[in-house]
């Protein structure tokens, strides 16, 4: 017969919920301090794999056969084969605002709720004296999400495969990030969860904002748009160094992170350590010089809107959203046509 100090008996540990975050808080406070063995009947991989590195973890199985010296558990207990000096209830729950019923186990145990709420809530309905302790938390340690925001076509000539390779970088070396893709018309795949494709907006400057880093790992580029964005809401970017680069006022561990085209030496850690606020002002534009001034009559030529109703579905790329059968709008005159003559909608 197995002897523990602790042991935690818990039916069912799911994917997620707050009692398994308590299961691991208690692992992660208490475990290197204390004898603990988490015992369960079906339990998520994830999860028993992370309570695992931290405290025993014991599948049940007909025969098994536990002493603990104080036993805790959640609701009634069905723990044939474990025994224990003390038995402890931990309530997690308002029994009484979900309604649950309360049986007296076949063994004198003790109550702790783990909320004020909780406890008096079971001490009405049980008659029982309860103890509180709240959820033991510790978040030291917890490490920076990165976020990361791109805004480009996927492919080979935008550097869809060092995309892949960047992110799997991070995954190996354990950092947390997400990285939101906007994109179209893709069919490109990544192994890591933390990669995310969206479809293309118009305008995704507040995500650029938002972010922690812009990432473009072209072959090449232009000017690109969405590093210029960036640069000017004051979001460094992760780049490849491409020609154009240097004329961006991009410079490596000021503004941005330029890396190699063969991303080899990813600055990983640096990256996720960040860089320190900087100011950026862009390259003045000579269109004044081009173009030729004076207002046009645009506006008195556009007509007056229209109210039309969509009778197919489809995705307006303008109004960026999905327009159902039914859907009413009013639109320009010349949009309103536009969508009539292509069968998604009528003027109402």
Request: charged share 25%.
């Amino acid at each position: 017969m197995l002897h523990v100090k602790n042991l935690f008996y818990w039916r069912m540990i799911y994917r997620i919920g707050g009692v398994e975050t308590f299961l691991w808080e208690i692992a992660r406070k208490y475990g290197k301090t204390h004898d603990i063995a988490v015992v369960y009947r079906e339990g998520d991989p994830a999860q028993v794999a992370r309570l695992t590195e931290l405290v025993r973890t014991i599948k049940w199985k007909p025969g098994l056969q536990i002493h603990a010296e104080r036993a805790f558990f959640g609701y009634q207990p069905d723990m044939d084969g474990i025994t224990a000096d003390e038995y402890f209830q931990v309530i997690h729950a308002d029994y009484k605002a979900m309604g649950l019923g309360y049986e007296p186990p076949p063994d004198p145990h003790r109550f702790i709720a783990v909320s004020e709420n909780s406890r008096q809530s079971f001490a009405e309905i049980s008659g029982q004296d309860v103890q509180l302790s709240y959820n033991p938390i510790d978040v030291k340690g917890t490490p920076k999400l990165l976020r990361l925001i791109s805004c480009t076509r996927m492919t080979p000539e935008k550097g869809v495969d060092r995309m892949k390779i960047f992110a799997k970088a991070l995954d190996t070396a354990g950092i947390p990030f997400t990285w939101e893709i906007f994109t179209t018309g893709s069919s490109a795949r990544f192994d890591s969860p933390n990669v995310f494709l969206r479809p293309s907006r118009l305008d995704i400057r507040p995500h650029i904002a938002a972010a922690d880093y812009l990432v473009q790992l072209s072959d090449t580029e232009g000017y690109p748009y969405s590093v210029l964005e960036a640069l000017c809401l004051g979001t460094p970017v992760i780049v490849t160094d491409f020609p154009s680069a240097r004329e961006l006022q991009l410079e490596d561990r000021v503004n941005c992170f330029l890396l190699p085209l063969d991303m080899s030496e990813l600055p990983l850690k640096e990256i996720q350590r960040g860089l320190k606020k900087f100011k950026y002002t862009p390259h003045p534009d000579r269109w004044e010089e081009f173009l030729i001034p004076g207002p046009g009559t645009w506006l008195e030529e556009r007509g007056a809107p229209a109210r039309i109703r969509t009778v197919m579905r489809y995705f307006d790329i303008l109004l960026d959203r999905q327009m159902e059968v039914g859907d009413e709008q009013v639109a320009t005159a010349e949009r309103a046509e536009y969508l009539v003559d292509l069968n998604f909608a009528e003027y109402v």
